[in-house]
Antibody, heavy 119, light 107 residues
């Protein structure tokens, strides 16, 4: 079964850091680019960041550029999101998502991990 | 960055009604436009890719059309199980943007 399982969310104070993880199974992880997408409670979807299969190409939304770092470990079938200098507006449910080869079509999503930034 | 304007933000229709959602891009995105359905408490689910390609297993009452900057998503006969929020999503080169979503309810 193709599956993505996120972890690492929680309550964190503004200005602090958090690292999210996404464990992939059921597909050849190192064949595909991976992304993080977040959703503010009761609101819409916001793309956060993406990384190519070989980590050579990395992109970020302007809202997180310079604060968040995406990475992957293909040997561990895992995707990561290092979030620094967290702000209240980063509070959201964070999904990891797999995309097709050559096209940013999100075909597999995890269940999400909740990040709450509050003092 | 490419902006996606999705409308309406919500709609209420009767079972069997035809429902149409539109998505307008701030610049030409060719046909790089996908549609997702999200039910409460669940992750989004891909319905249509590249503007009009229905994913395997998705009921044929769902369809999409358009290219360039204007796209439409249609449910030809609304069913109770279609209650959800629908999102468009563009991808152009390295840019990804979602529309604001359309919440579909049964009247």
């Amino acid at each position: 079964e193709v599956q993505l399982v996120e972890s690492g969310g929680g309550l964190v104070q503004p200005g602090r850091s958090l690292r999210l993880s996404c464990a992939a199974s059921g597909f050849i992880f190192n064949d595909y680019a991976m992304h993080w997408v977040r959703q503010t409670p009761g609101k819409g979807l916001e793309w956060v960041s993406g990384i190519s299969w070989d980590s050579d190409n990395i992109v970020y939304a302007d809202s997180v550029k310079g604060r968040f770092t995406i990475s992957r470990d293909n040997a561990k079938n895992s995707l990561y999101l290092q979030m620094n200098s967290l702000r209240a507006e980063d509070t959201a449910l964070y999904y990891c998502a797999k995309v097709w080869t050559f096209k940013t079509v999100f075909d597999i999503w995890g269940q999400g991990t909740m990040v709450t930034v509050s003092s | 960055d490419i902006q996606m304007t999705q409308s309406p933000s919500s709609l209420s229709a009767s079972v069997g009604d035809r429902v149409t959602i539109t998505c307008q891009a701030s610049q030409d995105i060719n046909n790089y436009l996908n549609w997702y359905q999200q039910k409460p408490g669940k992750a989004p689910n891909l319905l249509i890719s590249d503007a009009s390609n229905l994913e395997t297993g998705v009921p044929s009452r769902f369809s999409g059309s358009g290219s360039g900057t204007y796209f439409t998503f249609t449910i030809t006969s609304l069913q109770p199980e279609d209650v959800a929020t629908y999102y468009c999503q563009q991808y152009d080169n390295l840019s990804v943007t979602f529309g604001g979503g359309t919440k579909v309810k049964i009247k």
